[in-house]
């Protein structure tokens, strides 16, 4: 099976103070759907950011699809949806096709025109998430869940192999919740596209889950 990242002896910490993080270890497969758990405060978002760069690690080695991460190119391919928060969404009009079609912004051209193929690729990655119907609505008017699965389409539309979820369900309901793991589900199962989440939620999406990693006492183990 192919290793899509790799972490080794991996350690953190802000301005060389005291490790948030020390010799975290793990392999992560194609399709593999990995929940990582613990504690809040325990370090998991920052551990994403880690593999997403966000931030620098003081010791050991990140690679990505084999490649170092210093080295990694490819960004595309890994697709992050963030906490839905209060600021997350733009509070001004934007539809749902048009924040997923933002994603695209690289691929437009010079005058960065939505040219018709973008936005007929933007739908068919609201499509994937049930959201098609809403591709008109005002993001702000959407409810938590129909936010969270517009955000998820953003990520698909430049056709990731990975991706990231830091904590999906905060603020959406027990419906939502089991819609959007339905979804998860489906895109790792049928599309083999791979799934990091932080969460709380283990009890819902259990059944789904290959490997799930605790971090605690700035360590890292599989359970």
Known sequence: MDKVISIKDLSFSYNGNVNILENLCCDIYKKDFIAIIGANGSGKSTFLKLILRELTFTKGKIEIDNIDIKNFKNWDKIGYVPQ???????TFP???LEIVTLNLYKKMGLFKFSKKTHIEIAKRALS????????????????????QRVMIAKALINEPKILI???????IDKESKETLFKILTHLNKIHSITIILV???LEIMKKNITKIFEIKDKKMRQL
């Not at 959201?131 to 869940?145: Q, R, T, Y």
């Not at 979820?165 to 603020?171: H, M, N």
């Open 84 to 90: 839905i928060t209060e600021g997350s969404i733009p």
């Open 94 to 96: 934007i539809t749902a």
């Open 128 to 147: 994937q998430v049930n959201m098609l119907d809403f591709a008109n609505c005002p993001v702000n008017k959407l409810s938590g869940g129909q936010k």
């Open 165 to 171: 979820f830091d904590e999906p369900t905060t603020g």
């Open 199 to 201: 969460t709380h939620e």
